[in-house]
């Protein structure tokens, strides 16, 4: 239902390629901030909206990869939206389409790879690299890999995953081997965190420290 109402208001005039724009009523509101640049196709990639996107792309024809041009998220991508929030089909959908899955957002510039084991979607980890040959420890100009990513949340079912796929946990970022990022997390946190998460980045340190050794 939700396809045939987008397609009905785009054959009634409206601009599938609209995005918000930069000018004083976005710069100066909280509801605009870092969206400045943001399309129908990166909304409908970050909610998880498969129709819309499959819309957007083969009838109304949109690009994949237009960016968004905010400052605070500039050169985020669909395809890096839904590999945020884990939305596994969107991302093949894009990529299929010949989504750039390589391109890096923000200030940081991190990655589709990064960001999704950060955000712990194993199936999105994946498939970027299995699939479409991102590389395991695709990393940010400073350094820091998909497995920092993951150690610094210690979500010991990314860290196992990218291991597998071969990620080096001997690469450093800053001084920090992945181990030791993980470390500084769970001392940091002190009594803040829940038992289940000591207990995770507990086991994340042991199973990095592990690894480094071999």
Known sequence: MRHHHNQYLFEKGANPNYAIPDNPLTANSQRFA???????????????????????????????????TDQRSVGA????????KGHADVVRELA????????????????????SSLNGHASVVRMLVQEYGVPVDYARPDGFTP?????QEGNVGIIKLLLELGANPKAQVAGLTA????????????????????????????????AEEK
Do not use: W, Y
Request: overall charge positive; some cysteine; glycine content about 6%.
């Open 34 to 68: 870092g969206l400045v640049g943001t399309t129908s196709l990166h909304m409908a990639s970050e909610v998880g909206q498969l129709d819309v996107v499959r819309f957007l792309i083969h009838v109304c024809k949109v690009p994949v990869d237009v960016a968004i």
């Open 77 to 84: 991508t669909p395809l890096f939206m839904a590999s945020r």
């Open 96 to 115: 299929a389409a010949g989504a750039n899955a390589l391109v890096k957002s923000g200030k940081e510039q991190a990655n589709a790879l990064i960001i």
């Open 147 to 151: 497995l920092h990513a993951a150690a």
């Open 179 to 210: 181990s030791m990022i993980t470390m500084q997390s769970l001392m940091s946190s002190g009594s803040r965190i829940s038992e289940q998460k000591q207990n995770s980045l507990i086991e994340a340190v042991k199973l990095l420290s592990d």
